[in-house]
């Protein structure tokens, strides 16, 4: 039961903090003020409103019967003095009691002059109209074969303080939701800021010096946000000016192993250690490409199908097909997505005869699906082909001249563009690499 109603309320109610804490702080203010609107119409309002109706039409039968009395002297006086104290309007008419209905269901005063009206003349014998006329309200009683008429104000029913009520519960109300809404932007400003911050952080964007704000424990957490990606970012350029210098020291010495390679007359012997120092060199050099692919780029905004265009024309194969809408726009780092994609195009080449790319966009997320027709991988192997320098010993291997770092690449630049790859197997019967980017 209690999961039932979770579920409901996990649907119904608002996704945002902002929103969901102005219910919070309004709820009880409207709820509060139901109940003492219902209180007062229910002990004070309808009980007034019931001695009023109660009242008038006392008046009214009280005329009634002075006009069965037959006495025109005091028919005269007291509808003229009616007409000038109480803005009663009497007439005397030769007609039936309309068939027509005028009666507000839902109306409180509607209700209760009805009531009083059948309790004094009985069914048959009355007939109101209070929609009509603004603030008139108009009477018709049968008296033997005459309609006797009345015209009287509609304060005469409603008390008006009754608006007077209404308007001071609803102005108040208004005025604290008012303060709730100003005081509780001014509160989540500072969580949705460092959310911001932190999704342009792990999307591998520069965050500018993070300025902490609002309550102190959200200034605590935006404090230590800021400390994290300074030491993340301090690290980075460290593993760069690494990673340079490593490149420089490592590439010397083999370039200097060719040389002295080329000069052996044992040219047998001469191409097997080429063959293999252009091995260390491309395990090298595939290895600098992974370790670079977190070290900063400027994000940009771009066509995503223009850029699979390049790599279609970059790659020239005619087996390499695409299809997709013609307007998506990312915004990343271009040319470590085009690497990204590449490499996933590369190895559905290599171990497949055709490779079929797709672009799909959903509300919020960017789809992008390779699809292969070679010999797929084992469902087992899914997980561990992302792992760095990880083989296959089967005959599909992921990178069969490599290291094992194509998957791994792939998938650190799109993890830094937080999205996520999955793999499955195709249509084809071969592999499916699907891509999901946020835009």
Same mark, same amino acid.
């Given at each position: 039961?209690?999961?039932?109603?979770?579920?409901?309320?996990?649907?119904?109610?608002?996704?945002?903090?902002?929103?969901?804490?102005?219910?919070?702080?309004?709820?009880?203010?409207?709820?509060?003020?139901?109940?003492?609107?219902?209180?007062?119409?229910?002990?004070?309002?309808?009980?007034?409103?019931?001695?009023?109706?109660?009242?008038?039409?006392?008046?009214?039968?009280?005329?009634?019967?002075?006009?069965?009395?037959?006495?025109?002297?005091?028919?005269?006086?007291?509808?003229?003095?009616?007409?000038?104290?109480?803005?009663?309007?009497?007439?005397?008419?030769?007609?039936?009691?309309? %068939?027509? &209905? !005028?009666? =507000?269901?839902?109306?409180?005063?509607? #209700?209760? @002059?009805?009531?009083?009206?059948?309790?004094?003349? *009985?069914?048959?014998?009355?007939?109101?109209?209070?929609?009509?006329?603004?603030?008139?309200?108009?009477?018709?009683?049968?008296?033997?074969?005459?309609?006797?008429?009345?015209?009287?104000?509609?304060?005469?029913?409603?008390?008006?303080?009754?608006?007077?009520?209404?308007?001071?519960?609803?102005?108040?109300?208004?005025?604290?939701?008012?303060?709730?809404?100003?005081?509780?932007?001014?509160?989540?400003?500072?969580?949705?800021?460092?959310?911001?911050?932190?999704?342009?952080?792990?999307?591998?964007?520069?965050?500018?010096?993070?300025?902490?704000?609002?309550?102190?424990?959200?200034?605590?957490? %935006?404090? &230590? !946000?800021? =400390?994290?990606?300074?030491?993340?970012? #301090?690290? @980075?350029?460290?593993?760069?000016?690494?990673?340079? *210098?490593?490149?420089?020291?490592?590439?010397?010495?083999?370039?200097?192993?060719?040389?002295?390679?080329?000069?052996?007359?044992?040219?047998?012997?001469?191409?097997?250690?080429?063959?293999?120092?252009?091995?260390?060199?491309?395990?090298?050099?595939?290895?600098?490409?992974?370790?670079?692919?977190?070290?900063?780029?400027?994000?940009?905004?771009?066509?995503?199908?223009?850029?699979?265009?390049?790599?279609?024309?970059?790659?020239?194969?005619?087996?390499?097909?695409?299809?997709?809408?013609?307007?998506?726009?990312?915004?990343?780092?271009?040319?470590?997505?085009?690497?990204?994609?590449?490499?996933?195009?590369?190895?559905?080449?290599?171990?497949?005869?055709?490779?079929?790319?797709?672009?799909?966009?959903?509300?919020?997320?960017?789809?992008?699906?390779?699809?292969?027709?070679?010999?797929?991988?084992?469902?087992?192997?899914?997980?561990?082909?992302?792992?760095?320098?990880?083989?296959?010993?089967?005959?599909?291997?992921?990178?069969?001249?490599?290291?094992?770092?194509?998957?791994?690449?792939?998938?650190?630049?799109?993890?830094?563009?937080?999205?996520?790859?999955?793999?499955?197997?195709?249509?084809?019967?071969?592999?499916?690499?699907?891509?999901?980017?946020?835009?």
């Amino acid at each position: 039961m209690f999961s039932g109603l979770n579920k409901i309320f996990k649907i119904i109610l608002p996704k945002g903090l902002f929103y969901r804490s102005l219910i919070i702080v309004a709820a009880p203010v409207i709820i509060l003020q139901l109940i003492i609107t219902v209180v007062f119409f229910d002990s004070i309002w309808i009980k007034a409103n019931k001695g009023m109706t109660r009242s008038l039409v006392g008046e009214i039968k009280t005329l009634i019967d002075v006009y069965n009395e037959n006495n025109s002297s005091q028919i005269n006086f007291i509808t003229n003095s009616y007409k000038k104290n109480f803005d009663f309007v009497i007439n005397v008419l030769d007609s039936e009691i309309p %068939s027509e &209905e !005028f009666e =507000r269901k839902f109306s409180p005063m509607d #209700r209760s @002059l009805r009531r009083e009206l059948k309790s004094s003349f *009985g069914n048959g014998n009355y007939w109101f109209n209070t929609v009509s006329y603004l603030d008139v309200i108009e009477v018709k009683i049968r008296s033997g074969d005459k309609i006797i008429q009345f015209f009287f104000p509609k304060e005469k029913l409603a008390a008006s303080s009754v608006r007077l009520f209404i308007l001071w519960i609803v102005l108040p109300s208004i005025l604290l939701i008012f303060i709730a809404i100003i005081f509780l932007k001014n509160q989540t400003r500072p969580i949705v800021n460092l959310a911001k911050a932190a999704e342009k952080f792990g999307k591998g964007d520069y965050v500018n010096e993070f300025r902490p704000s609002g309550a102190r424990e959200i200034r605590k957490a %935006s404090f &230590e !946000f800021d =400390r994290m990606a300074k030491r993340i970012n #301090r690290h @980075l350029n460290q593993r760069s000016t690494m990673l340079s *210098g490593i490149s420089h020291d490592l590439r010397t010495p083999l370039t200097r192993l060719k040389l002295q390679l080329a000069m052996i007359d044992q040219k047998e012997l001469s191409q097997k250690m080429t063959k293999d120092i252009d091995e260390m060199e491309k395990m090298l050099n595939n290895y600098l490409e992974y370790a670079k692919t977190q070290i900063e780029e400027k994000t940009e905004k771009f066509n995503l199908n223009e850029l699979i265009n390049e790599i279609k024309i970059d790659l020239n194969n005619k087996n390499f097909f695409t299809e997709g809408k013609e307007e998506i726009y990312l915004i990343g780092r271009k040319n470590s997505l085009k690497r990204c994609f590449q490499n996933i195009v590369i190895n559905g080449l290599t171990y497949g005869e055709k490779i079929y790319l797709k672009t799909e966009k959903t509300t919020n997320r960017i789809i992008i699906l390779f699809d292969d027709n070679g010999p797929g991988i084992p469902i087992e192997q899914y997980a561990n082909v992302f792992k760095p320098f990880y083989r296959l010993d089967k005959s599909r291997s992921l990178n069969k001249l490599g290291v094992g770092l194509g998957l791994s690449i792939v998938e650190d630049i799109v993890n830094s563009h937080g999205g996520n790859i999955r793999l499955s197997k195709s249509k084809f019967n071969g592999l499916q690499v699907k891509v999901s980017l946020p835009f």
